[in-house]
Each structure stands twice: as C-alpha cells, then as structure tokens.
C-alpha cells in the first residue's frame, strides 16, 4: 500500500499554454499532498502544500496564479502551470501524507518531466 | 527557516571503499529520511529515522540520526558500482510530512 501515482510522466508544451499535472493516491486517501520542484542537478523545492477542500499553502517565492493547486478530493491533487514558459521546464514530484497504519513519512509519486517549447 | 545542508556535494570512489555522507540541519527534528535518485527518475526511500540515536542498517548502506547534534550520517561500507546515484537527506517540518531536502551527494562508484 501508500502508492502515489503521477499522470503524466512527461509532457511537452509550446510556450504561453497552459498544463495539468495529476498526483494521486491509489490505495490510500490523502489529506495533505505536496508539490515539489526539482531543477537539473539541483535539489527538490517545496513549491506549496495542497489540503483537501482548502486553499493550497504556497512557498516564499512561488507565485500562485502561476502554478494553480487544486485538491477536490482525498485522492487527487493537479498542478496546473499557467502560461508556461521555458524557464519553468523542470521535474515536479507531489507526495502525499501516508495512510493512518504508515503515518511516518510521505510518499512521492513518480515525477512529471516538463518541458516547454 | 529550516536549512539542510549535506556533505560532500559529490563523490568519486573507488570500489570497495568506505565512506561517510554527512546531513546538518538548522532547526529541531525528530524525523529524518534518506532518499536515492538515479538519473530521471523519482525519489527511492532508503531510510525513516525516527528518534534520536536510531540507526537502520540495509545492505551497504548505513543511517543514523543525532537529534541533539541536528546530524544525520548515511555511511556507505565496501562501494559497489551499482551504488552510483544521487543521495538526498530530508527533514520533517515539525511532523507536518512537509520535507526539506538537502542539497544531496552526487556518488559515483569507480570500478
């Protein structure tokens, strides 16, 4: 059990489109899910967290009409990059927190490799 | 403002080596974890540690945790090759499963 799963792995847009990036819980239900942001040989970033029903909490520095978070249920949490730009080309991870028997640590889910044009 | 810092930034060794990773943090901490990432690909959980003075042990690969020195050690014993990855450290924000990484250790396994 505690899989988190990404859709899609990789994706390319052209630049001033907009993209949707999925992270969900498959056999688990997840309050709280996180985004992070990982540049090429760089470490992972928080971007922001995503509660289930509210309003996602961003990072210093995140802009949040950018990157929109949007977590309607207790198994789905979308990433959405807004009028995406080449600068914003890197790998993104969401992890969730674990189910109640595995609550000692986060999940990631796969990764989503964006690329834009 | 939580601050994770590891130690070296990259490592070149020769096979059947022993050596250290080191992982300081700013703030206190109960929860530590050690990750692996190969090249394009996600993050692998190598260890939960969860209090101070523990330690897991898994193949090669050795962590511990230093609650009150705010250091965390992944101590790789008799390096093989397929160990070549990148090494991240992270730290639970006061049990929120919000993580900070560190700056991870680029390791590379001469044969």
């Known amino acids: 059990g505690a899989v988190v799963s990404q859709h899609p792995s990789w994706v390319i847009c052209k630049s001033g489109t907009s993209v949707k990036i999925e992270c969900r819980s498959l056999d688990f239900q997840a309050t709280t899910m996180f985004w992070y942001r990982q540049f090429p040989k760089q470490s992972l970033m928080l971007m922001a967290t995503?509660?289930?029903?509210?309003?996602?909490?961003?990072e210093q520095g995140v802009e949040k009409d950018k990157f929109l978070i949007n977590h309607a249920s207790l198994t789905l949490s979308t990433l959405t990059v807004t009028s995406a730009h080449p600068e914003d080309s890197s790998f993104y991870i969401c992890?969730?927190?674990?189910?109640?028997?595995?609550?000692?640590?986060?999940?990631f889910g796969q990764g989503t490799r964006l690329t834009v044009v | 403002e939580l601050k994770v810092e590891q130690n070296p930034l990259f490592l070149s060794m020769q096979e059947g080596k022993n050596y250290t990773i080191y992982c300081n943090y700013s703030?206190?901490?109960?929860?530590l974890y050690w990750y692996r990432q190969d090249p394009g690909k996600s993050l692998e959980s190598l260890f939960v540690?969860?209090?101070?003075?523990a330690v897991k042990q898994e193949g090669r690969l050795m962590a511990s945790l230093d609650t009150k020195a705010r250091l965390s050690t992944l101590h790789i014993t008799a390096a093989v090759h397929d160990l070549s990855a990148t090494y991240f450290c992270?730290?639970?924000?006061?049990?929120?499963?919000?993580?900070?990484f560190g700056t991870g250790t680029r390791l590379k396994v001469l044969a």
């Open positions: 703030t206190t901490s109960d929860r």
């Open positions: 992270a730290v639970d924000v006061s049990g929120t499963y919000k993580y900070i």
């Open positions: 995503s509660n289930e029903g509210s309003k996602a909490t961003y």
């Open positions: 992890s969730a927190s674990g189910p109640l028997d595995r609550r000692t640590e986060a999940f």
């Open positions: 540690l969860l209090s101070n003075g």
